[in-house]
Nanobody, 121 residues
Framework: QVQLVESGGGLVKAGDSLRLSCATSGTVYGNYVWAWFRQAPGKEREFVAG????????DYADSVKGRFTISKDNWKTIIFLQMNNLKPEDTATYYC??????????????WGQGTQVIVSS
């Protein structure tokens, strides 16, 4: 079974930066991907960024392109989300997830518990 643990959230001001981390353990098979989702109060959970296990195929939501960067460590056991130029609309709980194939829908097989990001004006 795959285990995911997020960390790095916090309270920041608009224009600041944060780096989220997702520590992974266990084994998955196939062309699996890691992804970040976020969910704000009263809204649906939405896709933020994803990376294929090979580290070559990367996808970003239009709302974060040019500001957020998803990456992995050398052993592919930790996934990062570098968030620059944060905006109040980025306020949400951020979740790490794993799926056998890439998807932008929140139908992934494994999820972490989430880490909260609050951006004040």
């Amino acid at each position: 079974q795959v285990q995911l643990v997020e960390s790095g959230g916090g309270l920041v001001k608009a224009g600041d930066s944060l780096r989220l981390s997702c520590a992974t353990s266990g084994t998955v098979y196939g062309n699996y991907v890691w992804a970040w989702f976020r969910q704000a109060p009263g809204k649906e959970r939405e896709f933020v960024a994803g990376v294929n296990w090979r580290g070559i195929e990367i996808d970003y939501a239009d709302s974060v392109k040019g500001r957020f960067t998803i990456s992995k460590d050398n052993w592919k056991t930790i996934i990062f989300l570098q968030m620059n130029n944060l905006k109040p609309e980025d306020t949400a709980t951020y979740y790490c997830a794993v799926r056998a194939d890439f998807s932008r829908k929140p139908d992934y097989d494994f999820w972490g518990q989430g880490t909260q990001v609050i951006v004040s004006s």
